[in-house]
DNA sequence: TTTCTTCTGCGCGATAATCGCGCACCAAAG
DNA sequence: CTTTGGTGCGCGATTATCGCGCAGAAGAAA
């Protein structure tokens, strides 16, 4: 948790921050935005809102037809500037490589944002899904393995708080959807330090994780690999993914 | 190309210009900045760029230890927003499926930015190369089979300006570094439809690209496969690749 | 046709947000 | 002990940003 380190009011700069809400809300349902959308959206006014839509357009993160805005492609120049910038990404890829070759399934390392998941790497042809977690997707973190994971190694009092802000929809017929029941998926993670989760997200589908640590402790992420149910028991997919899993944890704890 | 609009001068956000630019100073030879290097990479003052990374800080786009600045996975969000609202790297999936399971080699979709190819989505295992280009690089245009097929649906013209701003690179020796080449590698894929590049970014591997179009003729990007070069011609890999890629082409044209 | 509604586009004056200088301070290196 | 390169922050100047308000266009409904 990085604690905001108290800011002071004149180091902040609001036109910054109504620009990346402007970008962020563009979305699935709203994919092209009228500068009074935007504004509604945002809560900016919408002579604001305007000005910087036709600054991001002007910088080529927007184009328009003078009356909609949509993102370009070029947003993706964010995203990469962290992908660039984080080594981890990087080095967890040949691992990922080996798990999905070895398992057959697909193979992903994610971290926490607030109290999501974000999927950040991948690697593995997506046969079992028919999507699969496109990357940089965010799930909430009690619906797959990963996020359970992570969760798993933070405290008592940092999962109360996660428990209380989030709604525990259910997304197939086997979601878990009482407090009492993540509960449990987060202890039996914590105590055996790998989360087994089933047919939360999709059916028929698995998920096993690890979470990724630091040597000093701080936890970065979590490795998981989501594999086809089939008729595998569950005691037979850990027995066969949990040393790949754990080779990697232990290979990406000596490198940082 | 999205030509400037005409902007108002008052329209201008200033603050929004140099935030976006202060997240991308950060690179892999430059992941984690200080203020005043960022300042230097930026060329904003010193205490400028402070304010605008305490902003992001506070945001949860950066994080500090007083000292240093580095991104954290929450700038993905921005480029997912532009994943969430474009529906062709969602609509596109599938079909990289199908291909990448098919061929046996990775399949991706990339679009033009500014000179660069991006690579918007992707599917399969890299094993063929140990990295493969990792969701969102950038690479030059002229270096990749889904650049040259994209470059071959432009206009002379452009293709001038496009060759008079770039610098040709090698990547492997085998990589085509003089004029004549690339515009005859960007010919021959717009006289057949599709590009076919070898080794030029990494040794024995070949790429084969076709272009996506809506209904209307407008370039939206390209599909391509990497295959390892093996023992297999370039006249049987293309005849191999080529119906698949074609399938996903017309395909894609119908839905836009 | 008229009348609403909803959007854009822009000028303007007010003001508060942003700027960068300049200084104190700290730590590491020479 | 000096130099170099960094942070942190107060302050006064200024200019970048704000949002009101109006004109105009385009569409929908009556």
């Given at each position: 948790?990085?604690?905001?380190?108290?800011?002071?009011?004149?180091?902040?700069?609001?036109?910054?921050?109504?620009?990346?809400?402007?970008?962020?809300?563009?979305?699935?349902?709203?994919?092209?935005?009228?500068?009074?959308?935007?504004?509604?959206?945002?809560?900016?006014?919408?002579?604001?809102?305007?000005?910087?839509?036709?600054?991001?357009?002007?910088?080529?993160?927007?184009?328009?037809?003078?009356?909609?805005?949509?993102?370009?492609?070029?947003?993706?120049?964010?995203?990469?500037?962290?992908?660039?910038?984080?080594?981890?990404?990087?080095?967890?890829?040949?691992?990922?490589?080996?798990?999905?070759?070895?398992?057959?399934?697909?193979?992903?390392?994610?971290?926490?944002?607030e109290d999501d998941?974000?999927?950040?790497?991948?690697?593995?042809?997506?046969?079992?899904?028919?999507?699969?977690?496109?990357?940089?997707?965010?799930v909430p973190a009690n619906i797959?393995?990963?996020?359970?994971?992570?969760?798993?190694?933070?405290?008592?009092?940092?999962?109360?708080t996660w428990l209380s802000k989030r709604k525990l929809v259910p997304y197939?017929?086997?979601t878990t959807t009482t407090e009492?029941g993540i509960?449990?998926?987060?202890?039996?993670?914590?105590?055996?330090?790998?989360?087994?989760?089933?047919?939360?997200?999709?059916?028929?589908?698995?998920?096993?994780?690890?979470?990724?640590?630091?040597?000093?402790?701080?936890?970065?992420?979590?490795?998981?690999?989501?594999?086809?149910?089939?008729?595998?028991?569950?005691?037979?997919?850990?027995?066969?993914?949990?040393?790949?899993?754990?080779?990697?944890?232990?290979?990406?704890?000596?490198?940082?």
């Open positions: 948790m990085p604690n905001t380190p108290a800011l002071n009011k004149r180091d902040w700069i609001a036109g910054l921050e109504k620009g990346l809400r402007i970008i962020e809300a563009f979305s699935d349902t709203h994919p092209r935005l009228t500068a009074s959308t935007a504004a509604r959206r945002t809560g900016i006014t919408r002579t604001a809102t305007r000005r910087y839509l036709r600054t991001l357009e002007h910088l080529g993160y927007v184009e328009s037809d003078g009356q909609y805005f949509w993102l370009t492609p070029r947003v993706l120049r964010l995203g990469w500037s962290y992908f660039d910038s984080a080594k981890i990404p990087r080095a967890v890829q040949p691992h990922l490589q080996r798990i999905s070759l070895t398992l057959g399934g697909t193979a992903y390392f994610a971290v926490l944002d998941v974000i999927f950040v790497s991948k690697d593995g042809s997506n046969k079992i899904q028919n999507i699969g977690y496109v990357l940089g997707s965010r797959c393995s990963a996020g359970i994971a992570m969760l798993s190694c933070r405290t008592p009092d940092e999962i109360d197939t017929a086997y009492e509960r449990e998926h987060i202890n039996n993670a914590r105590q055996k330090g790998y989360a087994i989760l089933e047919q939360q997200m999709s059916q028929r589908v698995r998920g096993i994780a690890v979470p990724i640590r630091t040597r000093e402790g701080h936890l970065t992420g979590a490795i998981s690999v989501s594999l086809p149910m089939g008729n595998e028991t569950s005691e037979a997919a850990v027995l066969r993914a949990l040393p790949l899993l754990r080779e990697a944890e232990y290979a990406l704890l000596a490198t940082f």
